[in-house]
């Protein structure tokens, strides 16, 4: 069993982040899913939800992904999303204001977009 695996997190409009790592934790509509080398091949639908990246270094990277895909086969791990954050890249006090409106607003899914990204600059 090989000790990393690749990532590859691709946004509809970027690749977001790619390289080596240990584990990735994302959220699947069948749950939560950990993915470490020499994972069983697989094919999921992300939902909404905060990806974990442990980096091969001991690093970690977070993204805020909203729908799209996992694969999995050969050590190469491919997240298709159609949008994608890293955690680094959010404005915070930006999206607590879309939290706000959303919730003004009775928007579910702004809300959930919102939410989902505060939780991954929390996790980050």
Not at 26 to 45: K, Y
Not at 46 to 74: K, N, Q, Y
Request: hydrophobic share 45%; charged share 25%; net charge negative.
């Amino acid at each position: 069993m090989a000790a990393e695996l690749h990532v590859e997190l691709v946004a509809a409009d970027r690749s977001v982040w790619s390289g080596e790592a240990t584990l990735v934790v994302a959220r699947t509509t069948s749950g939560d899913i950990g993915v470490m080398p020499g994972h069983q091949p697989l094919l999921g639908v992300l939902e909404s939800g905060p990806v974990t990246i442990r980096t091969s270094g001991g690093g970690t990277v977070v993204a805020a992904v909203h729908g799209g895909f996992i694969s999995f086969a050969d050590n190469k791990l491919s997240l298709l999303a159609e949008i994608a954050e890293l955690a680094d890249e959010i404005d915070v006090q930006r999206a607590e204001r879309a939290l706000e409106r959303a919730k003004s607003d009775t928007d579910a899914g702004a809300e959930r977009r919102a939410d989902v990204r505060l939780r991954a600059v929390a996790a980050h």
